[in-house]
Structures are given as C-alpha cells and as structure tokens.
C-alpha cells in the first residue's frame, strides 16, 4: 500500500522500502518471571497479559530508518557536520580570517571544521557535498576584505555572499528552532 499505513503497520519509506512501523507487541512471559501475576478472589491467580509498542524500538532501527527517511540529507540541527568552511587559496590571513570563523561557530555549539588546503575550491566543494555537510562556508580573498562568507547549502548551491555575523546568526537560529 503506497504513501500510508496498512492494517499490518507496514509503510513504504522515502526509498521505496516496506518497513514496520510501531508494532504493538503482547507480553507474557515478562511478568511471570518478574513474579507478577492477577489475585481473581481469594485463590485464583492468573499470568496478566501486557500489550505494549515500542515507540522506537531499538535505537539503531530508529537511527536506520531516519536516515533511510532523510536519504542521508540530516538537517542541520541534527547533522554530524553542520557547518564547513573552505577558502579559496591558503594564505596566511586568509586562513586565519576562515580559522576565527570556525572557532567563533564552535564556540556557539556548532559542529563545523575547516578545510583551508591548498586544493581547488571544486574539489573542497564537491568532498564536502559527498559529506552531505549541511553548510559551507567558502572564503575568498574579496569576502575576507568585506568580512563577508559566501553560504552554499547542500543540494541547492551557492547563496551568495553575506556579512559573517548574519550567516552565523542565521546558523544558530536554524539549530535552536530545529529548521532543516
């Protein structure tokens, strides 16, 4: 049954795969060996029945199926990555503008590192969106003289150039009201 719930609590996800979801789950033997039972009268003891569901289940079926959901795109809030930041060539103010950067971002709660080799600007880009990292933050010699960053997100590219207090500003209000 494609886009809802069956009646078996099987539902298809972002991938196309059937997986169940929050199963109700009925226990017997876990309170008879815990010592638990019913007192029907004066004599008559019965082994009580407990339905329960497991909300999650285990916490790596949760984490697999939101991943399988988010096809790996975790939003920023809860990505292990959230921010990088590249520059464009590898000299000494610049990587020290783009290093301030980082530890400004870190000292706010946010996951970011850096990423000031010597390599091309496509190639820091293209590791860092096979990374699936959120947010990156690519420095040029322009930006640094304007204190400003140019924002590329994940999947949808480049933003443009922005003053380095906005974008870090509009980073932490992204996490702290959980926006994707």
Known sequence: MRGGLNPHGICPDRLETERLKNPLRLSIARIARAGGALLIGVDLKKDPLMLHRATLGSLERFLGVLLEHCAGQLPTWLA???VRVLTIGDEEPLVDYAKDIVNELRANM?????DFGTDKINGNIQRAELAKVHTMLVIGGRDMEAGNV???LHGKGNLGAKAKNEVIADIQAAIKERRA
């Open 150 to 152: 140019s924002v590329r």
């Open 80 to 82: 292990p990555e959230q």
């Open 110 to 114: 946010v996951r970011a590192e850096g």
